[in-house]
């Protein structure tokens, strides 16, 4: 579904500043795959997601989408089979429309039709129709501008929003980590429920250990631009937070060991 081959991203690249964000990735992600990456600040994380999105083009390698190269196509012309949720609330949507408003726009992604057109009495029902699964009330606030809603509500707004025309792609960046415990813990449920009823290939950036290895069906761990952990199948079930922690460690020790012997 999913094929990224050599991927490298240099920013500054010949300057003093020059930095490495991702070296020579190489990643297949099955159709239904749901996969956590997790790795320290620095480690290349957003940078896959937005290589992947189209904010970025690569300075090497390719990434595919269902067999089709979209190495170099924009963001805007990615947008209509990717789906993403940031990790700031106010991404995804326009505080000044209401929720109708935002719902309708994303229903129309990748169409050319005029807004007006479409909030018509049958969507209008969809839209409170799906509202209502998210059991927070917002299927009576269709009217209601954006902005006034709660990090939380705004986050689940988003989610569904970006899952509305079922993206051939999911791409979650750290979507619950400016939320509070409780509210994170109620949109990582949702975001649980809404991928496994739309069978959605999922890409979620997490720093919660426990929340890669308990959610998805695989977990990558990414260090210095680079994958260095792919944890699937009995592995990953019997894997526990601790587990995981000294794999990263023995990695590190092994990388350092590496760097070490170069300057001999």
Same mark, same amino acid.
């Given at each position: 579904?999913?094929?990224?081959?050599?991927?490298?991203?240099?920013?500054?690249?010949?300057?003093?500043?020059?930095?490495?964000?991702?070296?020579?990735?190489?990643?297949?992600?099955?159709?239904?795959?749901?996969i956590t990456i997790i790795g320290s600040n620095g480690a290349g994380k957003t940078t896959l997601l937005n290589l992947i999105s189209g904010v970025y083009?690569?300075?090497?390698?390719?990434?595919?989408?269902?067999?089709?190269?979209?190495?170099?196509?924009?963001?805007?012309?990615?947008?209509?089979?990717?789906?993403?949720?940031?990790?700031?609330?106010?991404?995804?949507?326009?505080?000044?429309?209401?929720?109708?408003?935002?719902?309708?726009?994303?229903?129309?992604?990748?169409?050319?039709?005029? %807004?007006?057109?479409?909030?018509?009495?049958?969507?209008?029902?969809?839209?409170?129709?799906?509202?209502?699964? #998210?059991?927070?009330? %917002?299927?009576?606030?269709?009217?209601?501008?954006?902005?006034?809603?709660?990090?939380?509500?705004?986050?689940?707004?988003?989610?569904?929003?970006?899952?509305?025309?079922?993206?051939?792609? #999911?791409? %979650?960046?750290?979507?619950?980590?400016?939320?509070?415990?409780?509210?994170?813990?109620?949109?990582?449920?949702?975001?649980?429920?809404?991928?496994?009823?739309?069978?959605?290939?999922?890409?979620?950036?997490?720093?919660?250990?426990?929340?890669? #290895?308990?959610?998805g069906n695989r977990t990558i761990m990414m260090h210095e631009g680079e994958i260095v952990l792919d944890i699937k199948g009995e592995e990953r079930e019997?894997?526990?937070?601790?587990?995981?922690?000294?794999?990263?460690?023995?990695?590190?020790?092994?990388?350092?060991?590496?760097?070490?012997?170069? %300057?001999?």
């Amino acid at each position: 579904m999913l094929k990224i081959s050599h991927l490298t991203k240099i920013f500054f690249k010949g300057t003093p500043n020059e930095n490495v964000a991702l070296r020579d990735i190489n990643l297949e992600v099955a159709s239904g795959d749901f996969i956590t990456i997790i790795g320290s600040n620095g480690a290349g994380k957003t940078t896959l997601l937005n290589l992947i999105s189209g904010v970025y083009l690569p300075d090497k390698g390719k990434i595919e989408i269902n067999g089709k190269n979209v190495s170099n196509l924009p963001e805007h012309k990615r947008a209509k089979f990717i789906g993403r949720v940031f990790q700031d609330p106010l991404q995804g949507t326009a505080s000044s429309l209401t929720i109708e408003e935002n719902l309708a726009i994303a229903s129309l992604k990748g169409q050319k039709k005029r %807004l007006r057109f479409a909030v018509t009495r049958k969507k209008r029902e969809e839209f409170k129709e799906k509202l209502r699964a #998210l059991g927070l009330g %917002l299927e009576n606030r269709l009217q209601e501008r954006v902005g006034l809603l709660s990090g939380g509500q705004r986050q689940a707004l988003t989610i569904l929003m970006a899952t509305l025309s079922k993206p051939d792609l #999911l791409l %979650l960046d750290e979507h619950t980590a400016s939320l509070d415990p409780k509210t994170a813990q109620k949109i990582i449920l949702l975001t649980e429920e809404i991928v496994a009823h739309h069978k959605l290939t999922t890409l979620m950036v997490t720093h919660n250990m426990e929340e890669a #290895l308990k959610f998805g069906n695989r977990t990558i761990m990414m260090h210095e631009g680079e994958i260095v952990l792919d944890i699937k199948g009995e592995e990953r079930e019997r894997m526990s937070v601790k587990d995981l922690l000294d794999k990263f460690s023995e990695v590190r020790k092994e990388r350092l060991v590496e760097d070490k012997m170069l %300057l001999v």
